[in-house]
């Protein structure tokens, strides 16, 4: 079956724009994840939902950014008055349950996002 | 907090050579441990884990074993492929939170 898409695959844009990541995880999947992979890094961990609720938002960086879920399964990660530092891998990843203890996680093949 | 210190690469083996690459964590409570294989122009792929101490995850030819007293969860594989070429990260989880290592980025040559 099809895996974890995200869209775009390759985002250019500058120095104080708005940006939206999309994410489309494995059909059935409840649990979602949202991660930045800078360069020579593993992933850092940003938002987790169950469902369409935020679960855990702590490791997002700031209030710039933010995310959504509205359906439970299509999210949306958005990016205000974007910055250099900004630049980065984002990962998405979405499991059955997100019950932890082990389960799994998907991963897309992220969108390599540039702030110029 | 919780995190994880896997070994620096980037390593580069000859085909047929044994492979270790050390990963420790320290976590509260009792995580779950992965590692994750990433190919060159692919995604993040799960390749084992362990959700208890003493288990042993393994895949592919690659095993790691969960080990509480050293909190330690070392890659090994007894003889690599050119195929095996790969950025390999360490992972913990506890409870809704994953911790990823750095990477280590191994090239293996015929």
């Given amino acids: ?116 | 907090g919780d995190s994880v210190t896997q070994m620096e690469g980037p390593v580069t083996l000859s085909e047929e050579a044994f492979l270790t690459i050390n990963c420790t964590y320290t976590a509260t409570g009792y995580p779950s441990l992965f590692w994750y294989v990433q190919y060159p122009g692919e995604g993040l792929q799960l390749l084992l884990k362990a959700t208890k101490a003493d288990d042993k995850g393994s895949n592919k030819g690659f095993e790691a074993t969960y080990r509480k007293e050293t909190t330690s969860f070392h890659l090994e594989k007894g003889s690599v492929q050119v195929s095996d070429s790969a950025v390999y990260f360490c992972a913990l989880n506890t409870g809704n939170q994953f911790y990823f290592g750095t990477g280590t980025s191994l090239t293996v040559i015929p």
């Fill in chain 1, 1 to 116: 079956g099809a895996g974890v898409s995200q869209t775009p695959s390759n985002k250019v844009t500058e120095k104080g724009k708005y940006v939206e990541l999309r994410c489309d995880p494995i059909s059935g999947h409840t649990a979602l994840y949202w991660y930045r992979q800078s360069l020579g890094q593993g992933p850092e961990f940003l938002i987790y939902f169950q469902g369409t609720g935020a679960a855990d938002d702590s490791g997002l960086p700031n209030d710039r950014f933010f995310a959504v879920r509205p359906e439970g399964s299509v999210s949306t990660l958005k990016i205000q008055r974007t910055e250099r530092g900004d630049s980065a891998v984002y990962l998405c990843a979405s499991s059955l349950s997100g019950t932890g203890g082990g389960e799994t996680q998907y991963f897309g093949p992220g969108t390599r996002l540039l702030v110029l």
